[in-house]
Nanobody, 125 residues
Framework: QLVESGGGLVQAGGSLRLSCAAS????????IGWFRQVPGKDREGVSCISSSDGSTYYADSVKGRFTISTDNAKNTVYLQMNSLKPEDTAVYYCAAEVYGLGVPPSPFDHFGDNWGQGTQVTVSS
């Protein structure tokens, strides 16, 4: 099971840190991804990290503003979001998939059915 937390309402330019905690399994040789979705739009991949070696991947829309990290001891992945923009408003989901070393090409295509319930992020202008 994956549980997201940390969402909320923030003004443009502000910051939030999302958490994705796993229970029932260990982040061991997994890729963990953050996605977001706005009603009526397709789900968008935001960032991805390898629990094996810490490799990361970011969508162009968040590069330089968001940072993904993992604390394997806590079985938790974080998404630090800085310089938030109104267009970052969405429900944010985390997902995990077994994978070997590193982050694969087109990483957001590798996730199956292990998803959290989502946390709402709202950025006001």
């Amino acid at each position: 099971q994956l549980v997201e937390s940390g969402g909320g309402l923030v003004q443009a330019g502000g910051s939030l840190r999302l958490s994705c905690a796993a229970s029932g399994f260990t982040f061991n040789e997994h890729i963990i991804g953050w996605f977001r979705q706005v009603p009526g739009k397709d789900r968008e991949g935001v960032s991805c990290i390898s629990s094996s070696d810490g490799s990361t991947y970011y969508a162009d829309s968040v590069k330089g503003r968001f940072t993904i990290s993992t604390d394997n001891a806590k079985n938790t992945v974080y998404l630090q979001m800085n310089s938030l923009k109104p267009e970052d408003t969405a429900v944010y989901y985390c997902a995990a998939e077994v994978y070997g070393l590193g982050v694969p090409p087109s990483p957001f295509d590798h996730f199956g059915d292990n998803w959290g319930q989502g946390t709402q992020v709202t950025v006001s202008s």
